[in-house]
């Protein structure tokens, strides 16, 4: 993916806001950090349920190896 210059970013934020007006893009703005947020919590969540199954694995692992 190419990289986007001011002026690629500029003109983008210019059809956002002539297709959406003025009034609709905080709304867009908080949903898009909704999301964002929502998405992030979920991404963790997920890495804690790997990380805590991981270390369940070890520790059954070890202790079949003391045995």
Aim: hydrophobic share 40%; aromatic share 4%.
């Amino acid at each position: 993916m190419p990289n986007l210059g001011a002026s690629e970013i500029i003109l983008i934020l210019l059809v956002v806001l002539l297709f959406f007006g003025a009034r609709k893009i905080p709304e867009l703005a908080q949903g898009l950090g909704k999301g964002l947020r929502e998405f992030r919590k979920a991404a963790r969540d997920v890495q804690e349920d790997i990380e805590k199954d991981t270390k369940q694995v070890d520790d059954k692992k070890d202790k079949d190896e003391k045995s």
